[in-house]
């Protein structure tokens, strides 16, 4: 069934693969960014999710699903670490979510079985070196989505996904030669890094968490890296 989805933070290369994906399922895609994108959907909004949000006021009465993308790497010992980082990662990873929910629960309480999908990090929930700031963040994303998901079911089911290292251009300086790409391939079970195409394949079945009986739930997609030794 044809879906309205609205994608946030839609320039990031596992958004657009959502796009493209939602795009062949025929669905209506309403999509906003910090800076222009070069891939055609139903409506774009250039905004950040910290500032002005009233452009929003022209989506459709329903939305059926929405996804967050915003993020960061900052990756910095606590030693170089200043709490100007720690508020940085927060307004992009938690705050910006807070703003798009408050902004458009009215739209997602009129669909018929609204999803929400947020993404959080592997560092989250697993101790890794120079990651304490992301992994604040996005902790907390996860504690906002946990109880965002018992505040509004039945009406919409609220999910994370929490992706390891993924082949994106934010990632890149991390894979940026063939010596970085092996070793962070080393350090998964599975021997590789995220796809960008199959980390959009999980959030698009998380649109129709609802009436997959899925709520409330983080969905590791990290090579086994969280739980397997």
């Known amino acids: 069934m044809q879906k309205?989805?609205?994608?946030?933070?839609?320039?990031?290369?596992?958004?657009?693969?959502?796009?493209?994906?939602?795009?062949?399922?025929?669905?209506?895609?309403?999509?906003?960014?910090?800076?222009?994108?070069?891939?055609?959907?139903k409506q774009f909004f250039q905004l950040d999710?910290?500032?002005?949000?009233?452009?929003?006021?022209?989506?459709p009465e329903s939305i059926d699903a929405l996804v967050y993308?915003?993020?960061?790497?900052?990756?910095?010992?606590?030693?170089r670490m200043n709490i100007s980082d720690i508020r940085e990662d927060f307004r992009i990873n938690f705050e910006g979510a807070f703003h798009i929910i408050k902004k458009v629960l009215p739209n997602l309480k009129k669909a018929d079985g609204a999803s929400v999908v947020f993404v959080s990090s592997v560092a989250a929930n697993t101790g890794m070196t120079f990651h304490s700031s992301i992994a604040a963040s996005k902790a907390a994303l996860e504690g906002?989505?946990?109880?965002?998901?018992?505040?509004?079911?039945?009406?919409?089911?609220?999910?994370?996904?929490?992706?390891?290292?993924?082949?994106?251009?934010?990632?890149?300086?991390?894979?940026?030669?063939?010596?970085?790409?092996?070793?962070s391939e080393d350090r998964?079970?599975?021997?590789?890094?995220?796809?960008?195409?199959?980390?959009?394949?999980?959030?698009?079945?998380?649109f129709s968490a609802k009436e997959n009986w899925i709520t409330g739930q983080t969905i590791n997609i990290d090579g086994g890296l969280s739980t397997l030794r």
């Open 4 to 41: 309205n989805i609205l994608i946030i933070g839609s320039s990031s290369r596992i958004g657009r693969e959502v796009i493209k994906l939602s795009a062949s399922k025929g669905d209506n895609i309403y999509a906003t960014s910090r800076s222009p994108i070069d891939i055609s959907v």
């Open 49 to 59: 999710p910290n500032e002005d949000l009233s452009e929003l006021d022209s989506l």
């Open 69 to 79: 993308f915003p993020g960061s790497i900052s990756l910095k010992s606590i030693q």
């Open 144 to 183: 906002f989505a946990r109880s965002l998901s018992a505040e509004l079911a039945p009406r919409v089911a609220v999910n994370c996904i929490a992706p390891s290292l993924t082949d994106t251009p934010m990632a890149e300086h991390l894979i940026n030669n063939e010596n970085k790409l092996k070793s």
């Open 188 to 206: 998964h079970p599975l021997n590789a890094i995220g796809d960008p195409e199959s980390v959009a394949k999980v959030i698009y079945n998380l």
